[in-house]
T-cell receptor
Framework: NAGVTQTPKFQVLKTGQSMTLQCAQD?????MSWYRQDPGMGLRLIHY???????DQGEVPNGYNVSRSTTEDFPLRLLSAAPSQTSVYFC?????????????FGSGTRLTVV | AQSVTQLDSHVSVSEGTPVLLRCNYS??????LFWYVQHPNKGLQLLLK??????LVKGINGFEAEFKKSETSFHLTKPSAHMSDAAEYFC?????????????FGAGTRLFVKA
């Protein structure tokens, strides 16, 4: 089925560990983004990309890195996990850079840092 | 400055009664407005969107929203609630500017539906 695929669905990390959250889309969307969702705070943008080779920071980029080597993939790297990064992470894609087509979201990765 | 305010963190209705989820926004340009729904442990799904066409927008599952520029509101309604509507709903504003486009999510409204 066409859409956005995120892996893993669940992850527990120890403080200081690193890991990569995977995101892939098969809709040939230009725009991809990573959000974190925390209770009572809606979704906050971490990083985004408007095409292969182009990335930029969102609202809460500290502690995260991204790259976009292909149109399909947009991995999110946690460099040194901290308890404050415990959250649910969503990857989203869109077919227009202006965002007025709306996003397709993945099913999320629930991350716990202990 | 761009912002989104969902006026109720929780709304509770009985099955078969109308649903009203309220959203106010502020935007410096002509925004695109969206409502998304999130069922427990799921990703967000687009319900409907306003992008400067008709001010009354119809979405999936019987939901609709009306863009009122004078009131800077984009409230979500449904004539008759169903148990399957119980979920969290997010109002979203997106606008293009000189620095590209920016999308802001509201904090969400959790809808409870009583039998």
């Amino acid at each position: 089925n066409a859409g956005v695929t995120q892996t893993p669905k669940f992850q527990v990390l120890k403080t200081g560990q690193s890991m990569t959250l995977q995101c892939a889309q098969d809709m040939n969307h230009e725009y991809m983004s990573w959000y974190r969702q925390d209770p009572g705070m809606g979704l906050r943008l971490i990083h985004y990309s408007v095409g292969a080779g182009i990335t930029d920071q969102g609202e809460v980029p500290n502690g995260y890195n991204v790259s976009r080597s292909t149109t399909e993939d947009f991995p999110l790297r946690l460099l040194s996990a901290a308890p404050s990064q415990t959250s649910v992470y969503f990857c989203a894609s869109s077919s227009r850079r202006t965002g007025d087509y709306g996003y397709t979201f993945g099913s999320g990765t629930r991350l716990t840092v202990v | 400055a761009q912002s989104v305010t969902q006026l109720d963190s929780h709304v509770s209705v009985s099955e078969g009664t109308p649903v009203l989820l309220r959203c106010n926004y502020s935007s410096s340009y002509s925004p695109s407005l969206f409502w998304y729904v999130q069922h427990p442990n799921k990703g967000l799904q687009l319900l409907l969107k306003y992008t400067s066409a008709a001010t009354l927008v119809k979405g999936i599952n019987g939901f609709e929203a009306e863009f009122k520029k004078s009131e800077t509101s984009f409230h979500l309604t449904k004539p008759s609630a169903h148990m399957s509507d119980a979920a969290e709903y997010f109002c979203v504003v997106s606008e293009s500017g000189t620095g590209g486009f920016k999308t802001i999510f509201g904090a969400g409204t959790r809808l409870f539906v009583k039998a």
